[in-house]
């Protein structure tokens, strides 16, 4: 009698951990409901890791929160400084003095993961890199993202830009009741520039049923990091998957989540705003040698290949997308009011790009392209170096 209570004490112990299938996983993951907060899954949700181009989420909240207070507007211009434009790739390319909207420009930043964008982007509404990298670490207080700190608003590698599993499921959570009219943009399936087609890196997206967003990152250090959300009959699941091996094997293991998730009641889980810290939570992991040394420029990028479904995959998530809806981007369009902490700063590093008094750039013609294309399209392939 006594063993046999020994052993219900031990299941009862087993129930109350988090729900880990097969084999212990050697990252960071958190799977939970959007609407409940209700965490499914997770395994070192707290433990310090470098989010790559997930650090564009924060830009868009801090962004987004910048129109709801009326200091821009979605046609307001957004500007590419000398600084922005020299961002390493994935990158649009567009030059120094080019301006589009803001709306065009996070769609760019969150689609493309553009890291020129996403910095022109902080660089417009924040005055400088640092200034918006401050307005990103105040929204991360704000929300109690208590793991995290940024530098700069695209991801690009610091040691000093870190976040977890835990920070970005709260991110998400605040993006998406907070600003659920820019929902579709995280679900976008490509761009169109001119004549050129990008592709979104969400390998989820158009090919996982119900998948809804969200963002991809990959830097050496990070390894392939990825949030996925998906709606299946009114639920809406979102999986966090950090320092994943390949852009194919992170939307493999974020889909995997997700239909654990929907085949999992929510009833009895903890939630985001009760976990607590556990595990080390203070030594950043860099995967640098392991994702990136003796690897080709191919292998070290986001940019996974994708094949016809006639040459049979080996993953779903290689499938090219048959007729993916693209939302055209460009240059051009701006009438709105200009970010006033971009007009009104001094900061010496864009003495070389005048200020413009910031009259309405005029439409483009109708079937015209966007100016720059060849540029963009120049650059747009590059494989991931830094930030995607």
Avoid at 7 to 16: Q, T, V
Avoid at 125 to 140: K, P, T, W, Y
């Amino acid at each position: 009698m006594r063993q046999r209570h020994f052993l219900n004490l031990l299941l009862a112990g087993a129930l109350a951990l988090p729900v880990l299938s097969g084999a212990a996983r050697a990252n960071p993951v958190v799977l939970f409901d959007l609407k409940s907060g209700k965490v499914l899954e997770h395994q070192d949700a707290f433990k310090r890791w470098y989010p790559a181009s997930l650090s564009k989420l924060m830009t868009a909240y801090v962004t987004f929160r910048a129109i709801a207070a009326g200091e821009v507007a979605l046609d307001s211009p957004i500007k590419v400084t000398k600084h922005s434009a020299g961002e390493p790739p994935s990158k649009m390319g567009f030059k120094p003095g080019s301006v589009m909207r803001l709306d065009n420009a996070l769609k760019m930043m969150l689609v493309k993961s553009a890291n020129d964008i996403a910095m022109a982007v902080g660089e417009n509404i924040g005055g400088s890199q640092a200034a918006f990298a401050d307005r990103m670490n105040a929204e991360a207080a704000r929300l109690g993202m208590v793991g995290t700190h940024f530098v700069n608003p695209n991801g690009l590698y610091s040691p000093d830009q870190y976040t977890t599993a835990r920070d970005l499921a709260v991110l998400v959570t605040a993006l998406r009741n907070d600003f659920p009219q820019y929902a579709p943009w995280f679900s976008i399936e490509g761009l169109a520039v001119g004549k050129k087609a990008l592709p979104n890196y969400n390998l989820l997206i158009g090919r996982y049923p119900g998948a809804d967003g969200m963002k991809t990152g990959f830097v050496c250090s990070s390894g392939f990091n990825m949030i996925g959300s998906a709606t299946r009959d009114g639920r809406t699941l979102v999986a966090v998957v950090l320092g994943e091996k390949s852009a194919i094997s992170r939307a493999e293991a974020a889909a995997k989540l997700l239909d654990q998730g929907f085949d999992t009641p929510a009833a009895g889980s903890t939630t985001l705003a009760a976990l607590k810290p556990y595990g080390d939570t203070l030594s950043p992991n860099d995967m640098n040698d392991e994702i990136c040394k003796k690897k080709t420029k191919e292998e070290q990028s986001e940019a996974a290949p994708t094949v016809d479904a006639k040459d049979k995959p080996k993953s779903p998530y290689q499938v090219k997308l048959d007729h993916p809806t693209l939302i055209a981007v460009g240059l051009g369009g701006a009438t709105g009011p200009a970010p006033k902490a971009f007009v009104d700063q001094t900061d010496q590093n864009y003495a070389d790009v005048p200020l413009p008094s910031w009259r309405p750039d005029k439409p483009l013609p109708a079937g015209a392209a966007p100016a720059a294309t060849a540029s963009a399209a120049a650059q747009g392939d590059q494989p991931a170096k830094a930030a995607n």
